[in-house]
């Protein structure tokens, strides 16, 4: 499988504000990117914060006349997954609608009610891990699905833990023309942090859209 980050961040490297509002950082032009990126997927990872704090569709636009461009040939929307070890999501998450398929990712520490419940609701429940989601596990199993391009949208702790798993392939960060500040605001990589075998990036590109800049990388296998 081959694993695509995608994320948008202020200059201070901040994804949201310390309440976990979601904040606009970019514009049009890099929603254009965004929406390429997706179309060409074959899923589309976020966390269980991302769904609680915004509860994304994660679907493209059917009224947009791109949508069959920027899908490449490719049919019907991207599934989507969501990465929730204990079974958080909603029942009545928009995630969970029947506008594509939804794998709900889950360690084996998720109540099997819990998981029944969010199978009745559409969710694809897929058990990856004991006490909480072993990611790398998790990409294999959505590979024996079929999904061959996965791309992730966050938030900082599922990135951390993509890269901690080392799964990752890309990463595109469009990096606006603001500072949000605050130590407890999350970053484009929480979690427990490196302090040896630090994941290392080769730039590949760096592109100027809207108010900010697009900044490309490929994971380097000899880090």
């Known amino acids: 499988m081959y694993v695509v980050v995608n994320a948008a961040q202020s200059v201070d490297g901040k994804l949201s504000t310390r309440r976990r509002e979601q904040l606009r950082i970019s514009g049009s032009e890099d929603f254009d990117r965004v929406d390429r990126i997706r179309a060409a997927a074959d899923a589309v990872l976020v966390g269980v914060g991302t769904v609680l704090a915004d509860d994304p569709h994660l679907t493209l636009d059917e009224a ?15 599934a989507r997954v969501v990465l929730d070890s204990t079974g958080r999501t909603p029942a009545d998450a928009r995630i969970l609608d029947d506008a594509a398929t939804t794998y709900l990712v889950v360690s084996a520490a998720a109540a099997a009610e819990r998981r029944e419940t969010l199978a009745d609701a559409g969710a694809e429940v897929v058990v990856a891990g004991e006490e909480r989601i072993d990611v790398a596990a998790a990409v294999r199993a959505l590979a024996d699905r079929g999904v061959d391009r996965l791309m992730v949208e966050g938030g900082g702790e599922v990135l951390f833990s993509c890269f901690e798993a080392g799964v990752v392939d890309e990463l595109h960060v469009y990096v606006g023309s603001l ?5 407890d605001a999350p970053t484009l990589a929480d979690g427990e942090g490196f302090v040896d075998g630090f994941p290392r990036l080769r730039l590949t590109g760096v592109e100027r859209l809207d108010d900010g800049v697009v900044l490309s990388y490929e994971v380097r296998d000899d880090g």
């Open 64 to 78: 947009d006349r791109r949508v069959e461009r920027l899908r490449n040939g490719r049919r019907g929307d991207p």
């Open 179 to 183: 500072v949000v500040g605050g130590r």
